[in-house]
C-alpha cells in the first residue's frame, strides 16, 4: 500500500508560478512511476506529466509543455510539479498518483495504470 499526500495547491493569477509536492509513504516510492493528473470542473480527469521511477524520462501533455515540469527526489520521497506561466484554464484539482513499475523508462500514461492516487489538492488561476 502507497499513501499520497498532495500540498501547495491555491489561488494565484495568471503568469504566477506554483509548486505541487507529492509525499508518499508505504511502500519504496523509487520503485514507483509517478503521475500528476487534473480534473477540471465538468470535464474529466486527464494527465498532466509523468515520470519514471529514476526521474530520468519524463512526459508532459502538450498543454502544459514547456510550462509544467515534472520531478522527484527519491530520497524524500516525494514528486514535484512545477507550474509556471499559469493559465485560468489551469484551474482544477490536481492529483498524484503512483504505478507500479513497468521498465526502466516507463511513464505511464492511462489512468488505469495507476494503482494509487492522492486527495487531490486545489489550483485556482484568476484572470
Known amino acids: 500500500q502507497v499513501q499520497l499526500i498532495e500540498s501547495g495547491g491555491g489561488l494565484v493569477q495568471a503568469g504566477g508560478s506554483l509548486r505541487l509536492s507529492c509525499a508518499a509513504s508505504?511502500?519504496?516510492?523509487?520503485?514507483?512511476?509517478m503521475g500528476w493528473f487534473r480534473r477540471a470542473p465538468g470535464k474529466e480527469r486527464e494527465l498532466v506529466a509523468s515520470i519514471n521511477w529514476s526521474g530520468s524520462s519524463t512526459f508532459h501533455a502538450d498543454s502544459v509543455k514547456g510550462r509544467f515540469t515534472i520531478s522527484r527526489d527519491n530520497a524524500k520521497n516525494t514528486v514535484y510539479l512545477q507550474m509556471n506561466t499559469l493559465k485560468p484554464e489551469d484551474t482544477a484539482v490536481y492529483y498524484c498518483?503512483?504505478?507500479?513499475?513497468?521498465?526502466?523508462?516507463?511513464?505511464?500514461?492511462?489512468?488505469?495504470?495507476?494503482?494509487?492516487w492522492g486527495q487531490g489538492t486545489q489550483v485556482t488561476v484568476s484572470s
Open positions: 508505504g511502500r519504496t516510492f523509487s520503485g514507483y512511476a
Open positions: 498518483a503512483a504505478a507500479r513499475g513497468n521498465g526502466y523508462y516507463y511513464t505511464p500514461k492511462a489512468l488505469g495504470e495507476y494503482d494509487y
